[in-house]
């Protein structure tokens, strides 16, 4: 008999059954009766689902402390499919969430990014204080764009996908103060001369590319401060936004892709 088997005939034993973790949760469905699944980010473990059974009752203890956006200390015990929820205890509610529209949606947006821009069981503390952070932020009532600006390009480039801002991806030639262009399929800046390079890639003006520079370089408390006209807001967001639909679909394809080199050798694997 082999280790693996011996190890999997016996059931596991209870402290490895349960553990504990904070987590905000992403997003939540009900389930069956009264249960609920959320998908939660957790520092340790990164992204996954877990169900919180009765939590939808009135008297449910732990259903206050589930809410969208809430940062949470959960007790979880390993289940077959789903980890189940045994505790819950608020660390930050960010009831600042609740009374400002903008601001919930702005959190709204935070967290779909990260659930779409990471794979099950990723592990990325980073990411956690990242989204925990702007959550708090955003909570608090600093002005969204720039809370969800800033989350944007950091979670970018914590996740290997830094837009270059400084040069030319094509040429390499520092960037003039002109109207250069950013392409999505570049992954950053063009200057004038390699603008054909990519046809898809749309002009920037002056300001908003220091608006993003400045976001890179000097971050959120500098740029908060700065006064941003509408137009210029709207430039910077679509630009990020197209950016961001760029790296999703393309990781899309790209687990597409593995998927299907996967599947003839499960098929005519014989383990
Ligand atoms: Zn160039």
Do not use: W
């Amino acid at each position: 008999m082999t280790d693996q088997a011996t190890t999997s005939s016996k059931p596991m034993p209870l402290h490895e059954r349960l553990y504990r973790t904070e987590a905000i949760v992403l997003s939540r469905m009900d389930f069956g009766e009264a249960d609920r699944i959320l998908t939660i980010y957790t520092p340790r473990h990164g992204k996954f689902r877990v169900i919180a059974k009765g939590s939808r009752r009135p008297l449910s203890k732990m259903g206050p402390h589930l809410e969208y956006f809430a940062r949470t200390r959960l007790d979880l015990a390993r289940g077959r499919e789903l980890d189940v929820v045994t505790a819950a205890e608020t660390v930050d509610g960010h009831v600042g969430l609740g009374a400002d529209l903008d601001a919930f949606g702005h959190a709204s947006h935070c967290c779909e990014l990260l659930d779409r821009l990471t794979q099950d069981r990723q592990e990325h503390e980073a990411a956690f204080d990242l989204l925990a952070s702007s959550l708090r932020l955003l909570s608090d009532g600093v002005d969204p764009f720039h809370v969800a600006r800033h989350y944007e390009l950091a979670l970018l480039t914590l996740l290997g996908y830094r837009p270059e801002l400084y040069r030319c991806v094509s040429c390499e030639a520092d960037l003039a103060a002109e109207a250069n262009a950013f392409s999505s399929r570049l992954g950053g800046m063009l200057c004038p001369r390699c603008r054909g390079a990519d046809a898809g890639s749309r002009p920037l003006t002056i300001n908003a590319q220091k608006y993003l520079r400045s976001l890179d370089r000097r971050g959120l408390a500098f740029v908060a401060r700065l006064p941003i006209a509408d137009d210029l807001r709207a430039e910077v967001e679509a630009t990020l936004a197209a950016y961001l639909r760029h790296v999703t679909e393309r990781d899309l394809a790209s687990l597409r892709v593995l998927r299907e080199m996967n599947q003839p050798y499960d098929a005519g694997s014989s383990v």
